[in-house]
């Protein structure tokens, strides 16, 4: 099939090269073109000038770029790939950005005869590249039906979720989840330093129980280290929580531990952790006791 | 062997049972009586009048109460179990206190030749009836190593972390990366009916990511389903976590949501929900919604 992808970060770029692999014509495009140069470089496939150039003629167009803005730009911009698209086609969007966002672009598509698809993911770099990723959609079953055998190409699972802007709510309940979960295991491992305690066996018996998490299993490990070069980006995080507090104060839910756990991201981008993965939270509560007191 | 176990309770109950069942000669007291002539209705075993009673010749004396205080009295009090012990027996207490009781038991233990182990336990009421609980335990290698085969009877995996208090810290340790998780999963799931979502669509995806948790897993259908009678009551993971922020205090960590989620779990109490499942924190978000706003 006829493809285009636009944005070529770290989750992108190995997505692009799933659909490479799986037979697909793709035309590639990004907004850094020798990003895109590097990856022709490797793939079979056409780098665009412009996301018009990728998505002329393409049965499918996939975005992943940064915020709401981006897509904006991308989409609807000058040049931006809907102007080129042909009715029968259709978008999906893999940008993690508000709800609402998905339902202009999607109102946009539809009045050209497109289909829409927001269609967050998880499953970080390490899901892209190995193409395992989770997509939580929004949008028409026709459409859904249509990307499917496309998607698994990078997708282990890919599940609609109901009307446009659903796979932006899912995605909203998953950091929502992780913040609470995420700083309690900060804390948690903060306590057992301070306490004196060999925080690996006392993780050690209490990940078999009611304490257990992936990201227990996962983390522990790196938070004790102080790795932080990896992962998920706070920045990115604070993003995703952002759109989440927003659309809750619009839909009258009340968040009062992700609202203080952004808050705390705050505090680790101001210690110059806005790159660091999100169990840089546990590098905060350490951090702050080792400030100097007068 | 020759044992007693003083504490009856929804843990206390069938972790005698079990010890009886491993052919150990069991000595029961409960503070309310007709609850161990219930017990030994069943079960081989002698119900004691005392604490003392109880203890007199036993090699090892299992506690299984409520707080500080009512182990102070079960084991130091008038008619407590230390006082009846000969030197080189040995006292271990499931209960969860604070890290200091445990010390001072310790000292008055040792004083006396008895050995002293606090060894609270994680699995809950299921985990006792089926004899699979976590034990962490603090104190000395040579009292771990007699216990060793009689817990056995009652759990799954006994561990020792350190000197004593290192069980109830490690505990501490596990009640604060429940807090924090278990608020965020409420949040979650009260979020996304606000946000119109099927939200058992959205778990059964995102239970397979970074969001994952054991409580996540087990805890979800009864939050949805409004069901609250049953598991860890909230009045006693307010005491846990009484203990444990009182440590903090003293320790020099920090724990900004495990303190938020305490005062949430006092609201749950307010709401006449202490003897609820600590799932109930999602009670709470959904209760504040139906108060009608003027």
């Known amino acids: 099939m006829k493809v285009a992808f636009l944005g070529l970060g770290v989750m992108g770029f190995p997505m692009a090269r799933h659909l490479a692999a799986g037979g697909h014509e793709v035309a590639v495009f990004n907004r850094t073109r020798v990003r895109a140069e590097r990856w022709a470089a490797d793939n079979p496939g056409r780098v665009a000038a412009t996301p018009a150039d990728a998505a002329r003629g393409a049965a499918l167009v996939f975005t992943c770029v940064g915020r709401d803005e981006d897509v904006r730009e991308v989409v609807l911009g000058p040049d931006g790939a809907l102007g080129a698209m042909s009715a029968g086609a259709a978008l999906v969007d893999h940008t993690t950005t508000s709800a609402a966002l998905a339902r202009e672009v999607a109102a946009a598509a539809a009045a050209r005869g497109v289909g829409f698809l927001d269609a ?93 998490s992936w990201q227990m299993e996962n983390r522990h490990g790196t938070m004790l280290a102080g790795q932080f070069e990896h992962g998920f980006a706070v920045d990115w995080v604070r993003k995703d929580l952002g759109y989440a507090l927003d659309e809750a104060r619009r839909n009258g839910a009340h968040l009062p531990v992700t609202a203080v756990v952004d808050q705390l991201y705050g505090e680790v981008q101001d210690m110059g952790g806005g790159r660091w993965d999100t169990s840089s939270l546990f590098a905060r509560l350490e951090r702050l006791r080792d400030v100097p007191r007068a």
């Open 120 to 212: 967050p993911v998880s499953g970080g770099q390490q899901g892209a590249e190995k193409g395992i990723l989770t997509v939580m959609a929004g949008g028409e079953p026709a459409t859904f039906a249509t990307a499917e055998p496309v998607v698994a190409c990078y997708a282990r699972a890919f599940r609609l979720l109901g009307p446009s802007g659903a796979g932006q709510l899912a995605k909203m309940v998953n950091q929502i989840c992780i913040a609470g979960l995420i700083e309690g295991l900060a804390e948690g491992l903060h306590f057992a330093r301070a306490a004196g305690l060999d925080a690996q066996a006392v993780i050690d018996v209490i990940s078999k129980g009611a304490a257990q």
